[in-house]
């Protein structure tokens, strides 16, 4: 047993001798010991006080040393010892000056720059004495005084000191904020027990009720430029010229991956400098909203740009692609709104892959390996290079050649990319370029047996096809070494690649595998099951590709976190449109009948009923015919037999009004074989409208005497699941909603409905929004509610 600080004791460990070369330039201990947990930071740092060639150095100059080694643009690295020079020789004295130095270097690249012009950008020479910045500071409490002598020390010295270096971009920020500071002081004196107080927040005002806003000018924040225009943070494509990412192998190499200046000039001569961009679904199923936000990304972009934008069918698995799924998306792109510039398939570049995968190999960036699945997986677990790694590049092209003649059974090899078994990133793991399947492609044919894989098949025909910007989903993030690694390794030209968070709705799933089983295993009625968030399903249960891309445009195309979008959100955009778009009519779910007792038989009253609820009374289009007669029919949930003061529907001796036609009281029920079913109630109806009864009903009555009036079937859809995120349940299917579908076979309709058609959209009154379904026929139309008439988004105070 060792004691504590007995002799035994074990010596503390020394510390690393990079701490004691950090601290010779003046860092403090904290600032120091943070630079050596980053390897990064510790290598760049290592790397910047070498090219200083100081053994110790002011603390001044020893934070803009850090500064240029955290901070120094790597599409700029040769032009580093430079600006170390310049921080050393006190050329660049300050912050404010290398901000504005690493700036000017980051968008010269790698390119020669004019030292003049850089002395200019950056304020060499100029100097800032501390009574200039004295005069400036007093000024600029001048102009603030009032605010000064209001607040106080609650005033916003950040904002003073921003005036102040607006006048004196170069002066010192350390000195400015001292002398505000002195200045301050002297105006305001010793801090009272008053300045020392949190300043009180503002209490919200209260909204003003609904009957007073009409008055109410509410004056909102101007909408950020992002808000406007969602693809103004994208660059331009002769920008594309800086480093897209830090390629850091095992060895302590780094592979800076960026266009050189002859492979940017030759792409822009291609593309004339427009933007290029692709929306490459693979066809293996039908697509549902989360390609809606892709859609509204890459298309939306091209035509903001007015650049151009390819649909290509990402179609490198030949046994899981269809022709279906070929055809379905291809007309669900155009229904979106959005028209390609070409149509492409990765499967007309297989020529092309194939011989580039040959050049890999003749550079000695890829081999042939014969691991079975299992094997390569346990490779890489362990971090484990593959026997056939090192293996000649003679026989790696023998063997890649018998691979593509079919010499080869299937399983037995693959080309793999010779990237970095021991890398900090798994996608750098020796990644698969090509494999053997003896299956034919639906698109080209018996001719191959190998197959690319998606990760050495997508960034090659982005660059083929000379795309500007290379838009994904976030989880592509961690790919971006192997995308840009393969590219560099080949020489071409690279895109600009950036990430979005996925579209993740609530209540739902969005995985194509779990739609896929939820399809084949006929948990639900086929792809454009209106229950779904495909996009043939939203199409189907009535929404409208407008207002699709309204949602998507409202929720943004930022890289912030896949969080969950209630469905509700969706909902509101939706039900924004309907409300505008879709004209009123009445049906009747769940009837019951009423007859009205001083009515003749046989009348009929020709009613107009309002097909939108501001419609002109001298504009005949507005309004639609409803006959009244003596037998009219309401739902049955608008009767009780008790009534109550909160209760607006029919109850015995109570009257309601009928909509567009006459306020009726009840003076009867009949029951059936218990007290407790009612089968029809007796009423007088008010031709006079004397009464002004509260509830409104809606009600269809017989369009003549003894004539059912129109059955027509509605489909009522729920939330799919119960669970918010049932993708994160391991039994997902058990949390299917069992109420999701209801189906009502005889509903009754006004007769003005029966010319509906397939594309017809309606609100009825009181019950939500319908769309005329694909099972309608001549004899029997469906309707599906698109979604009802409650909206809890826009009453939770979102937008």
């Known amino acids: 047993m060792v004691v504590e600080g007995g002799d035994d004791a074990a010596p503390p460990p020394s510390p690393p001798p990079e701490l004691e070369l950090f601290l010779s330039i003046g860092l403090d201990k904290r600032t120091a010991e943070n630079a050596l947990v980053n390897n990064k930071v510790t290598a760049n740092l290592t790397a910047v006080i070498k090219e200083a060639g100081v053994n110790g150095c002011s603390k001044a100059i020893g934070n803009l040393l850090y500064t240029v080694a955290t901070k120094h643009p790597a599409n700029a690295l040769v032009h580093r010892p430079f600006l170390v020079d310049y921080v050393v020789s006190s050329k660049i004295k300050n912050s404010a000056q290398l901000d504005a130095a690493l700036s000017f270097l980051s968008n010269v690249g790698p390119e020669s720059f004019s030292v003049e012009k850089f002395d200019e950008a950056c304020g060499v020479g100029v100097d800032v004495s501390v009574e200039e910045i004295q005069s400036t500071v007093t000024a600029v409490l001048e102009e603030n005084m009032n605010a000064i002598l209001e607040q106080r020390y609650h005033i916003n010295v950040g904002n003073l000191c921003g005036q102040v270096r607006k006048r004196h971009p170069w002066a010192d920020a350390k000195i400015v904020k001292e002398v505000i500071d002195e200045k301050l002081f002297g105006i305001l004196g010793e801090k009272t027990e008053a300045d020392d107080k949190k300043p009180l927040k503002k209490k919200k005002e209260k909204p003003a009720k609904l009957e007073d806003q009409k008055n109410v000018v509410v004056a909102s924040a101007p909408p950020s430029e992002e808000e406007v225009n969602p693809y103004s943070i994208f660059p331009q494509p002769e920008e594309n010229f800086k480093v897209h990412t830090e390629i850091f192998f095992s060895d302590g190499s780094i592979w800076r991956a960026h ?470 349940l391991e039994d997902w299917l058990s949390d299917l909603n069992p109420q999701s579908k209801e189906v009502i076979p005889d509903a009754l309709a006004v007769p003005a409905l029966a010319s509906a058609v397939l594309g017809d959209k309606f609100q009825f009154e009181r019950l939500g929004y319908f769309a005329v379904d694909t099972d309608s026929t001549p004899g029997k139309l469906v309707f599906n509610r698109t979604v009802t008439l409650r909206d809890s988004y826009s009453k939770s105070g979102n937008k």
């Open 259 to 728: 266009n050189t200046k002859e492979i940017l000039e030759r792409h822009l001569k291609a593309t004339g400098g427009k933007v290029f961009t692709r929306f490459p679904p693979e066809p293996n199923g039908y697509l549902h909203i989360g390609h809606a936000k892709a859609m509204f990304i890459d298309f939306g972009l091209a035509k903001e740009r007015d650049g151009n934008c390819y649909l290509r069918f990402d179609d490198t698995n030949p046994e899981a692609e269809k022709q279906e799924y070929i055809d379905h998306i291809m007309e669900i792109v155009e229904w979106m709104g959005w028209k390609p510039f070409k149509v492409t398939y990765t499967s007309d570049y297989f020529q092309d892959l194939y011989n580039l995968a040959v050049e890999l190999i003749r550079k000695g960036l890829a081999y042939v390996d014969h691991q079975t699945p299992e094997e390569i997986k346990e490779y890489r677990e362990k971090q484990m290079n593959s026997p056939w790694r090192d293996r000649p590049i003679a026989e790696s092209l023998k063997l890649f050649d018998d691979m593509k003649r079919g010499l080869i059974d299937e399983g037995k090899a693959t080309l793999r990319m010779k990237q970095d078994m021991q890398s900090e990133n798994k996608n750098m793991y020796d990644l698969i370029a090509y494999r053997i399947k003896f299956t034919p492609h639906p698109h080209a044919g018996d001719k191959w047996c190998i197959y690319p894989s998606y990760d050495y098949a997508h960034c090659i025909v982005d660059s083929l096809e000379n795309i500007t910007h290379s838009l994904c989903t976030l989880e592509f993030e961690i790919r971006r070494p192997s995308y840009y690694w393969l590219l560099a390794a080949l020489g071409l030209y690279q895109p600009y690649v950036w990430e979005y968070s996925r579209l993740n709705i609530s209540n739902t799933v969005m995985s194509k595998r779990k739609l896929n089983r939820l399809v084949t295993e006929k948990w639900v009625d086929g792809w454009d099951d209106p229950r779904l968030l495909t996009l043939a399903g939203l199409r189907r249960r009535g929404v409208s590709s407008t207002a699709i891309n309204s949602f998507i445009r409202g929720i943004g195309i930022t890289r912030s976190d896949n969080s969950l979008i209630r469905i509700d959100r969706l909902e509101y955009h939706i039900r924004e449109e309907l409300n505008k778009t879709a004209c009123r009519t009445m049906v009747v779910l769940n009837p019951l009948k009423v007859v009205i007792t001083n009515l003749e038989s046989g009348s009929i009253i020709d009613l107009d009923a309002k097909m939108w609820p501001d419609a002109p009374s001298d504009d005949a289009s507005s309004y639609y015919k409803v006959p009244f007669t003596n037998v009219v029919y309401i739902e049955r949930t608008d009767f009780r037999l008790k009534d109550s003061k909160d209760y607006y529907g029919l109850a015995p001796g109570k009257s309601v009004l009928l909509r567009y036609a006459f306020p009726i009281k009840c003076t009867d029920v009949v029951y059936g074989d218990n007290s407790d079913t009612v089968v029809e109630i007796r009423a007088e109806y008010d031709p006079l409208k004397k009464t002004k009864p509260k509830g409104v009903l809606h009600w269809v009555a017989q369009p003549s005497p003894g004539v059912d009036p129109l059955k027509v079937e509605v489909r009522l859809f729920e939330k799919l699941f119960l669970s918010e995120n049932p993708a994160e």
